[in-house]
C-alpha cells in the first residue's frame, strides 16, 4: 500500500478530483495549507502599498491507495496539476504500514 500526498495549487483541485475519480480512486483528504518552495512566496499589492507574502495557498490531498494503484495516481495528479509555471507543487509517495477501517475492524487493502 502507498500513501500519496501532493501539494498543489489550490484551482487545479477540482481537474484533479475528476482525474482521480475517473481512475477508480475512492476517497481522498483535501486540506487548505500554506507554504513555499523555491518561489519563495511572492509580493502583492492591496491599496496601493506593496508587501510580501511569505506563505502562498496551496492545497494537500491525501490518498490511501494499493501499490498497483499507486502510478496511475500520480501520473493522473501530474497531468491534472500541472500549469508550466513555477508554484505548482509537489507528489510524495510512502509506504504504508497498516490501515484499519474503525467501523467494521477491517484492514490492509480490505480497509481500502
Same mark, same amino acid.
Given at each position: 500500500m502507498k500513501y500519496i500526498i501532493a501539494v498543489v495549487k489550490p484551482h487545479r483541485l477540482e481537474d484533479i478530483r475528476n482525474a482521480l475519480t475517473t481512475i477508480g480512486v475512492e476517497g481522498m483528504t483535501v486540506s487548505d495549507v500554506k507554504g513555499f518552495g523555491r518561489q519563495k512566496g511572492h509580493s502583492e *499589492?492591496? @491599496?496601493?502599498?506593496?508587501y510580501q507574502v511569505d506563505f502562498v495557498p496551496k492545497t494537500k490531498i491525501e490518498i490511501a491507495i494499493t501499490a498497483d494503484k499507486a502510478a496511475k495516481v500520480v501520473e493522473a495528479i501530474c497531468k491534472s496539476a500541472t500549469t508550466d509555471r513555477?508554484?505548482?507543487?509537489?507528489?510524495?509517495?510512502?509506504?504504508?504500514?497498516? *490501515?484499519? @477501517?474503525?467501523?467494521?475492524?477491517?484492514?490492509?487493502?480490505?480497509?481500502l
Amino acid at each position: 500500500m502507498k500513501y500519496i500526498i501532493a501539494v498543489v495549487k489550490p484551482h487545479r483541485l477540482e481537474d484533479i478530483r475528476n482525474a482521480l475519480t475517473t481512475i477508480g480512486v475512492e476517497g481522498m483528504t483535501v486540506s487548505d495549507v500554506k507554504g513555499f518552495g523555491r518561489q519563495k512566496g511572492h509580493s502583492e *499589492v492591496y @491599496r496601493g502599498a506593496e508587501y510580501q507574502v511569505d506563505f502562498v495557498p496551496k492545497t494537500k490531498i491525501e490518498i490511501a491507495i494499493t501499490a498497483d494503484k499507486a502510478a496511475k495516481v500520480v501520473e493522473a495528479i501530474c497531468k491534472s496539476a500541472t500549469t508550466d509555471r513555477i508554484g505548482d507543487g509537489k507528489i510524495f509517495v510512502l509506504d504504508l504500514q497498516e *490501515v484499519v @477501517r474503525v467501523r467494521t475492524g477491517e484492514s490492509g487493502a480490505a480497509a481500502l
